[in-house]
């Protein structure tokens, strides 16, 4: 499984680090030339090297992957190998070029410790999907928000370890188009989006971008799934309007 920055990765995950650039409000290609990742160490901080920057890895620019069929996005996929990677922070700063100008984009992280835990019961409690906005006016692109919220007894340790599960767990999407006189009643005639990845990850919340031009007007069933030890959490089918 492949981690966002935000996603609490651990030595020894694969973290996805993504870059967008843009200008003016529109999406636009730069030169990427290399990602700098430096670790944040406490003892190298000082009057000329304010933060403890150490150099870890520097990516060069064939290893930087641009993503298909799109404007301004980049990514490199960067091992934790244990060697190089401790827990801390840590900073992957871009250095691209623009219209001729050298741009520098930096962005801070965190590695973390692992989510261990021993406990006497298994994944036994459960987990609330929601998903804004439910309404989106047909032609519109945009992306839907989805929270997971842990649903447990009460706010203790337990919370917190179920809270660092919703926030790495792999996490999927469906969509239906709610059956209606002029539609086949077969489920699977009816799938806009079957079991996606969602892969823009921000601690409890994901990010699925929804393009709507294709789609007909009227009413779709939402729901999620989630992967969590040996248990596969289904959310309620929740409904979404695309109108004219």
Known sequence: MVKSRTQNPVVGDVVRLSLYTASS???VDVTTNTVNIYFLDPA????????????????LSDEITKVPDTTGEYYVDV????????????????????????VTQSNLWEVYANLFT??????????QFRFRPNRLRIGSKQYLVIEV???VPYVSDLDNYYLKMATTAPLKIYIQMACVP????ESDLR???EGEDITYRENCRAYYLLDTTDMDCGE?????????????????KQVLQIFQ
């Open 25 to 27: 409000n529109n999406r």
């Open 44 to 59: 190298e901080v000082g009057e000329e090297n304010p933060d403890g920057r150490r150099l870890v890895q520097q990516i």
């Open 79 to 102: 091992e934790l190998i244990s060697d190089q990677y401790v827990i801390g922070q840590y900073v992957d700063s871009w250095d691209c070029l623009y219209q001729g100008q050298s």
């Open 118 to 127: 021993a406990t006497p019961t298994p994944v036994v409690y459960g987990f």
């Open 149 to 151: 919220e842990p649903d």
């Open 182 to 185: 002029c539609m086949p009643e």
């Open 191 to 193: 799938m806009v989006i």
């Open 220 to 236: 779709y069933y939402v729901w999620f799934e989630m992967a969590c030890g040996e248990t596969l959490h289904v959310s309620d």
